[in-house]
T-cell receptor, first 114, second 114 residues
Framework: NAGVTQTPKFQVLKTGQSMTLQCAQD?????MYWYRQDPGMGLRLIYY???????DKGEVPNGYNVSRLNKREFSLRLESAAPSQTSVYFC?????????????FGPGTRLTVT | DQQVKQNSPSLSVQEGRISILNCDYT??????FLWYKKYPAEGPTFLIS?????DKNEDGRFTVFLNKSAKHLSLHIVPSQPGDSAVYFC?????????????FGKGTLLTVNP
């Protein structure tokens, strides 16, 4: 099992460019999440998908869109990148049931917007 | 408004001694708590959890204590090893309803010196 995979690992964008971060999990999990990690800020939730076919905003959704393509895949799109979106992005998944809350994280995508 | 607080950005201990990492929360709806460990350039990995019906949970060298009245939890690592050097995140969530989100603290960098 690969667990949670993310592509790309690194990306440099110019302000105004767009890109999509890809995430896939092979654990048959129902719920998937996108976080960003900034120095001194911990992990902040951008969007999540509690189950296939649903998506909801997290703490910092502005400037992002998501697509839950199927049960395995959850992508994050930046339509017009800004320097404030320079960050490390983590995708995670969990079974989504009760009382299990363990989330399993991918290795991250380091994004720089110049 | 930080609902999960890790007030110590860093902690340094000697190998073989006890490491104690602390976490406070403000949301009374939280009743499931987790600790994650993160090495540089990797995604966070789940370490240990505790539900509010318990006040202690042990897994090998790791023990989590929960004081619900004080809204405080702590992670004890005994004995500490150099490989434990990492950032530790505290996370919390409600176990009821359809809310699948976890709220993370900002993390504590633990350094275990040989």
């Amino acid at each position: 099992n690969a667990g949670v995979t993310q592509t790309p690992k690194f990306q440099v964008l110019k302000t105004g460019q767009s890109m999509t971060l890809q995430c896939a999990q092979d654990m048959n999990h129902n719920s998937m999440y996108w976080y960003r990690q900034d120095p001194g800020m911990g992990l902040r939730l951008i969007y999540y998908s509690a189950s296939e076919g649903t998506t909801d905003k997290g703490e910092v959704p502005n400037g992002y869109n998501v697509s839950r393509l199927n049960k395995r895949e959850f992508s994050l799109r930046l339509e017009s990148a800004a320097p404030s979106q320079t960050s490390v992005y983590f995708c995670a998944s969990s079974e989504g049931g009760q009382p299990v809350y363990e989330q399993y994280f991918g290795p991250g995508t380091r994004l720089t917007v110049t | 408004d930080q609902q999960v607080k890790q007030n110590s950005p860093s902690l340094s201990v000697q190998e073989g001694r006890i490491s104690i990492l602390n976490c406070d929360y403000t949301n009374s709806m939280f009743d499931y708590f987790l600790w994650y460990k993160k090495y540089p350039a990797e995604g966070p990995t789940f370490l240990i959890s505790i539900s509010s019906i318990k006040d202690k949970n042990e897994d090998g060298r790791f023990t989590v204590f929960l004081n619900k009245s004080a809204k405080h939890l702590s992670l004890h690592i005994v004995p500490s090893q150099p490989g434990d050097s990492a950032v530790y995140f505290c996370a919390a969530g409600p176990s009821g309803g359809s809310n699948y989100k976890l709220t993370f603290g900002k993390g504590t960098l633990l350094t275990v010196n040989p």
